[in-house]
Nanobody, 119 residues
Framework: QVQLMESGGGLVQAGGSLRLSCAAS????????MGWYRQAPGKRRELVAD???????FYADSVNGRFTISRDNAKNTVYLQMNSLKPEDTAVYYC?????????????WGQGTQVTVSS
């Protein structure tokens, strides 16, 4: 069971920056994919960005060029650097870890951290 703890959320003005951190309870080197999802009120949870053990990244079109995901395997931590924030980025952001094994895919989730961008 992987436990994930997010931090770094808060209130920021449009155009500002925040960095989210996600600390895992165990070595993330064995975790195939780590990513960030977000869910705004009344909307479905959506994938924002993810990164594989090999360093390959994916970004949603809405954040591409503004957000950067990175992972530090030595610290068992994944980061999401968010720049040029917009009010539409307001949401609860969740850290996600994906482990692939004999039984298939297992997803682990953090408790979420609120990001609020004021106009």
């Amino acid at each position: 069971q992987v436990q994930l703890m997010e931090s770094g959320g808060g209130l920021v003005q449009a155009g500002g920056s925040l960095r989210l951190s996600c600390a895992a309870s165990e070595n993330i080197f064995s975790i195939k994919i780590m990513g960030w999802y977000r869910q705004a009120p009344g909307k479905r949870r959506e994938l924002v960005a993810d990164i594989t053990t090999g360093g390959s990244t994916f970004y949603a079109d809405s954040v591409n060029g503004r957000f950067t995901i990175s992972r530090d395997n030595a610290k068992n931590t994944v980061y999401l650097q968010m720049n040029s924030l917009k009010p539409e980025d307001t949401a609860v952001y969740y850290c996600n870890a994906v482990r692939l094994g004999p039984i298939g895919r297992t997803d682990y989730w953090g408790q979420g951290t609120q990001v609020t961008v004021s106009s």
